[in-house]
C-alpha cells in the first residue's frame, strides 16, 4: 500500500512540476521600474540622455541600451554605465536628436541572479509617440525566456551538495559503529554525490553565459562570473576532502569528511547569495535563513540515500542505534525546514493570492506539498517502523525508499523556483504591484471568445495579450491571422491606429506591444481573427487607467491628486451635496502650487462601465469647478477635461460611491 502510495506521489510530483517548467516564461527578474523618457512622453526638447531605473541591480558590462529612430538609425553614444547614486539605474548619452519618435531597446542581466529580461518603449520629441510604427530593429522585441539548461544545471548541483552535505553528516554523526563494507557504501554515496555537484556547475555556467550573450572571458569579470567561480572552488574542496577520506582512516577521515560538508556548505552561501535572498529588502536576514534551510534539507532528505546505504541486509544493534540518531535528528531539522521556509516566503509573496495565481507561487505550492508527504511517511517511519528496526528492517527500508524518491522531486522544485521570478520584485519597494487591464469579449455570432489583457493599462506604451478560444468548446484558436484596431472614443478627430498580433507561447495567447493607447479616456478595439474559414471582428470597449495619488482623510473624501505637463497638478474629489446628489470638484493648480485660471472644464461619470454621461457644473474659483450629478451606488469612473489658455489637459479617478 506504501509503494502504492508512493509511486503515485512520486508521479503526480513528476507531472506538475513539468506543467510548471512547461509553463511561459515569468516576469522579468530586472524589471523595469520607471525610464527618463517615460514610455509614451512626449517631450518639447531632445534630451541628452536615457535613464532606467531596474528592480533589481544590473550588471552593465554585460546589458545595453539602444536608442533608434524610425529608420533604424542608432543614436546612443558607448555602453550603459551605472548611475554613481543609484545602484538601480542605468543611463547612456544619446546623440542630438531631431523631432520625431524613438525607440528605447534595453537588455539587461541581472547582478543577483544572472537572468537576463529586455523590452523596449517609445518617446517623442516634438510629437506624440502614439501609433507609431517600431523602428526595423525593433519589430520583433526580444524576450528572453527560462532555461531548461538553467534548471538541469541548479538541479544537478542542488542535488549533489546535499547528497555530499548528507552524507558526510550520517558518516560522522548517525552511524559511529564502523564497518568497512558499510563505510565504502557511505562513501561512495557521497563521491556520487559530488560528482552530480560537479556536473551541475557548468552548465549552470554555460545556461548565464547563454542568458547574458557574452562569452566566458567577459562573464568572469562580473559578479556573476566571480559567484560560479566561487562554487565552483567549494565544490572542488569539497571533492578533495572526500578523496582525503577515502584513502584515510580513523580521525583523518573524520577530519576529512569535515571539510567535505563545510566546503559544501561554503559553495551553498555563494549560490544563496547569488539568487533572489540577496534581492530582498532584509538580505542578510534571508540570504541567512535559506542558507540554514538548504542545510536543514541536506541533513534531512540528503540524509534518506546515507540511510539506505547503511542499513542494507538484516538488522543488528548498531544499525538499529544509527536510526534512532537519524530519526532524532530527522525531527529538528523538520521543523527548521519548515521555519525557514516560511520565512523565505514571506520574503517573496506578497500575499497568500500570490501562492496560486503565480507560477512561483504554484512551484512553492507543490514543493510543500512534497515536503508534507515526505513529513507523513516519516511520521509512519519514527512511529511505527523505528520500532520494528529490532526485528525487521524491510518496512523501514520501504518508506525511506518512497521519501528519497520525493526528496529528488523536491530538489526539481527547488531547482524551478531558483529560475522563476518571484511574483513581486522586493527591490521595488513603494512602487506597487503590477497592473493590468482585462476584458472578456465575443463576436456578435458567438462564434469565438476572447481574453484581452493589456498591461500596464495606462495610456502609452502598452502590452496586449488577447486569448481566442472556440466559443462553444472552448478550445484555443492557434494558427490564426490576428490583428487588433484602435479607436479613441472620446475624440473623434484622433486617427485609428492597429497593431498586428503574433503568436505568444502557443495556447490560443497573440501579443504584441505599442503605444496605440496614446491618450486617457475610453478607446475602441475591435480584434480581427482571420482563419481558413473566414474572418471574425470582436469589438470591446476599454478605458485607460488613472494616474493619480490618493490622499485619503478620516471621516473626509479621499483626494486624487494627478500631474500635467509643464509641472501643473489637478485635485478632484467626490463628496455629497446638501441635496443628496453628488458633487464633484476640480481644482487645477500650477507649478508653484497655485490655483491656476481654468477657462473651462467637462466632466463625465461612468458606473461599472457602462456609458459615461456628461455631468453640469459651475465655476466656484478661478481655478476650481463643481460638477454634480445623481449618482447611484457603485464603482464610478470620472473623467475631467481642463481647457487653460494655453492649452487642453486630461485626467480620471475611480471612486465608490455609497459603499
Not at 32 to 39: C, K, W, Y
Not at 214 to 219: E, K, P, Q, Y
Not at 263 to 268: D, E, S
Request: with cysteine; charged share 15%.
Amino acid at each position: 500500500m506504501i509503494r502504492r502510495a508512493g509511486a503515485f506521489a512520486a508521479l503526480f510530483a513528476a507531472f506538475a512540476l513539468g506543467a510548471v517548467a512547461a509553463a511561459p516564461s515569468a516576469a522579468a527578474h530586472a524589471a523595469l521600474r520607471s525610464s527618463e523618457p517615460a514610455a509614451g512622453a512626449q517631450l518639447p526638447a531632445a534630451p541628452g540622455e536615457i535613464t532606467i531605473t531596474f528592480t533589481e541591480q544590473t550588471e552593465p558590462a554585460l546589458s545595453s541600451i539602444r536608442v533608434l529612430d524610425s529608420t533604424g538609425s542608432a543614436y546612443e553614444r558607448g555602453k550603459p554605465a551605472p548611475d554613481g547614486g543609484d545602484a538601480l539605474t542605468l543611463r547612456v548619452a544619446v546623440e542630438s536628436l531631431n523631432e520625431g519618435v524613438y525607440t528605447v531597446l534595453w537588455r539587461v542581466v541581472s547582478r543577483v541572479d544572472g537572468h537576463a529580461t529586455a523590452g523596449s518603449f517609445a518617446f517623442g520629441v516634438g510629437v506624440s509617440p502614439a501609433g507609431a510604427p517600431p523602428p526595423p530593429a525593433a519589430a520583433e522585441p526580444e524576450t528572453v525566456e527560462r532555461s531548461s539548461l538553467e534548471m538541469l544545471g541548479r538541479f544537478l548541483m542542488f542535488a549533489g551538495i546535499v547528497v555530499v552535505i548528507g552524507g558526510a553528516w550520517f558518516a560522522l554523526f548517525a552511524l559511529r559503529e564502523h564497518e568497512p563494507r558499510r563505510d565504502r557504501r557511505l562513501l561512495a554515496y557521497t563521491a556520487a554525490g559530488w560528482v552530480v555537484a560537479v556536473a551541475g556547475v557548468p552548465l549552470l555556467a554555460e545556461a548565464q553565459r547563454r542568458a547574458a550573450g557574452a562569452g566566458f572571458g567577459d562573464l568572469a569579470g562580473t559578479t556573476i562570473g566571480r559567484a560560479l567561480v566561487w562554487r565552483g572552488v567549494g565544490v572542488l574542496a569539497a571533492g578533495a576532502g572526500i578523496a582525503v577520506a577515502i584513502l584515510a582512516r580513523g580521525t583523518a577521515r573524520r577530519a576529512a569528511l569535515v571539510v567535505a560538508a563545510v566546503a559544501a556548505a561554503a559553495a551553498t552561501f555563494v549560490h544563496v547569495q547569488a539568487g533572489h535572498a540577496s534581492a530582498t529588502a532584509n538580505p542578510g536576514a534571508q540570504v541567512a535563513s535559506q542558507l540554514v534551510h538548504v542545510v536543514a534539507v541536506s541533513l534531512w532528505v540528503g540524509g534518506f540515500g546515507a540511510l539506505l546505504a547503511a542499513i542494507r541486509g538484516a538488522s543488528s544493534p548498531d544499525k538499529t542505534r544509527a536510526i534512532k540518531r537519524y530519526s532524532a535528528t530527522a525531527g529538528v531539522t523538520l521543523f527548521i525546514v519548515l521555519a525557514t521556509g516560511v520565512a523565505r516566503s514571506l520574503g517573496e509573496l506578497e500575499s497568500l493570492g500570490d501562492l496560486t495565481s503565480t507560477g512561483y507561487g504554484r512551484a512553492a505550492l507543490i514543493k510543500i506539498a512534497i515536503f508534507a508527504a515526505i513529513t507523513a511517511l516519516g511520521a509512519v517511519n519514527r512511529f511505527r517502523n523505528v520500532a520494528k528496526a529490532p526485528e525487521s528492517l524491510r518496512p523501514l527500508r520501504s518508506v525511506v525508499k518512497v521519501e528519497a524518491a520525493l526528496g529528488a522531486a523536491a530538489l526539481v522544485a527547488a531547482a524551478i523556483l531558483a529560475s522563476l521570478a518571484p511574483p513581486s520584485p522586493s527591490s521595488a519597494a513603494g512602487t506597487g504591484r503590477s497592473e493590468r487591464l482585462e476584458i472578456s469579449a465575443s463576436d456578435f455570432a458567438t462564434t469565438t471568445r476572447a481574453r484581452v489583457t493589456i498591461e500596464p493599462g495606462y495610456a502609452g506604451v502598452n502590452e496586449v495579450t488577447v486569448a481566442l478560444a472556440d466559443y462553444d468548446t472552448g478550445e484555443p484558436i492557434v494558427g490564426a491571422d490576428v490583428s487588433l484596431r484602435f479607436a479613441y472614443l472620446d475624440d473623434t478627430t484622433v486617427p485609428p491606429s492597429s497593431v498586428p498580433l503574433t503568436a505568444a507561447g502557443g495556447k490560443g495567447r497573440y501579443a504584441a506591444q505599442g503605444a496605440n493607447l496614446s491618450l486617457d479616456g475610453r478607446w475602441q478595439l475591435t480584434i480581427l481573427v482571420q482563419r481558413n474559414g473566414g474572418s471574425t471582428e470582436i469589438p470591446l470597449t476599454v478605458a485607460t487607467r488613472c494616474r493619480v495619488t490618493p490622499t485619503p482623510f478620516e471621516g473626509q473624501p479621499t483626494l486624487y491628486d494627478a500631474a500635467l505637463a509643464g509641472g501643473r497638478s489637478v485635485q478632484m474629489y467626490a463628496g455629497p451635496a446638501a441635496s443628496g446628489k453628488t458633487e464633484i470638484h476640480i481644482t487645477l493648480f500650477d507649478a508653484q502650487g497655485t490655483e491656476e485660471f481654468v477657462r473651462s472644464v467637462g466632466v463625465t461619470a461612468a458606473k461599472d462601465g457602462d456609458d459615461p454621461r456628461r455631468l453640469p457644473h459651475r465655476r466656484f474659483t478661478d481655478g476650481h469647478f463643481i460638477a454634480t450629478g445623481e449618482l447611484g451606488r457603485g464603482s464610478w469612473r470620472f473623467d475631467v477635461t481642463i481647457a487653460t489658455p494655453d492649452g487642453t489637459f486630461k485626467a480620471c479617478f475611480e471612486e465608490t460611491i455609497g459603499g
